[in-house]
């Protein structure tokens, strides 16, 4: 089966610019999640969608970050300011149900840099 | 709220030996645990993950983990190594609660030497 499709897999900015990041999840998989990874840290997540609804958001910045999942299967992810924190790996991943029972494939994830 | 410690941020192997990367939880509920691995430039794959019954558990690539309540931890651990094993492996924790997201540790990057 495919993976999970991100893109694009690497994007410099500087700050106060826009960005925005695409997902493909696995065909078939109702649940998404957008990942932070900070060099350094583990991946923390910032938004879970079930189909196209949000189901956790709480550790979204939600003055700068939004996100939106049209129709139950892409995802984008967006940054309006970025700052220079912001640089960071952003990583997407799906799962076919919500929980740890449906293990979550990521894909490879988009390396911002803010300059 | 849950949390997970990886304490070794960096672990050096010769080839061909035995390694343990350390993991250690805090929660005041349940856990489920997991073992994911990140290969350079790459997502995170899932290694093994603990959800209830054997407290061994075995994931992929010969890597197998134990689940000790008493102690909080879940260690990873392979008997022998190979070079294709150098990435940076990711200890997480879920709780149910109806949504069961995952906190990642901070890391431990594992380094194999020729």
């Known amino acids: 089966e495919a993976g999970v499709a991100q893109s694009p897999r690497y994007k410099i900015i500087e700050k106060r610019q826009s960005v925005a990041f695409w997902c493909n999840p696995i065909s078939g998989h109702a649940t998404l999640y957008w990942y932070q990874q900070i060099l350094g840290q583990g991946p923390k997540l910032l938004i879970q969608?079930?189909?196209?609804?949000?189901?956790?958001d709480s550790q979204l910045p939600k003055d700068r970050f939004s996100a939106e999942r049209l129709k139950g299967v892409d995802s984008t992810l967006k940054i309006q300011p970025a700052k220079l924190e912001d640089s960071a790996v952003y990583l997407c991943a799906s799962s076919f149900l919500a929980g740890e029972r449906s293990p979550l494939h990521f894909g490879n994830g988009t390396r911002l840099t803010v300059t | 709220a849950q949390s997970v410690t990886q304490l070794d941020s960096q672990v050096p192997v010769f080839e061909e030996a035995p390694v343990e990367l350390r993991c250690n939880y805090s929660s005041s509920v349940s856990v489920y645990l997991f073992w994911y691995v990140q290969y350079p430039n790459q997502g995170l794959q899932l290694l093994l993950k603990?959800?209830?019954?054997?407290?061994l558990v075995k994931g992929i690539n010969g890597f197998e983990a134990e689940f000790n309540k008493s102690q909080t931890s879940f260690h990873l651990r392979k008997p022998s190594v190979h070079i294709s094993d150098t990435a940076e492996y990711f200890c997480?924790?879920?709780?149910?609660?109806?949504?069961?997201?995952?906190?990642f540790g901070t890391g431990t990057r594992l380094t194999i030497i020729p």
């Open positions: 969608f079930q189909n196209n609804g949000v189901v956790d």
């Open positions: 997480a924790v879920s709780v149910y609660f109806g949504n069961e997201k995952l906190t």
């Open positions: 603990y959800l209830s019954g054997s407290t």
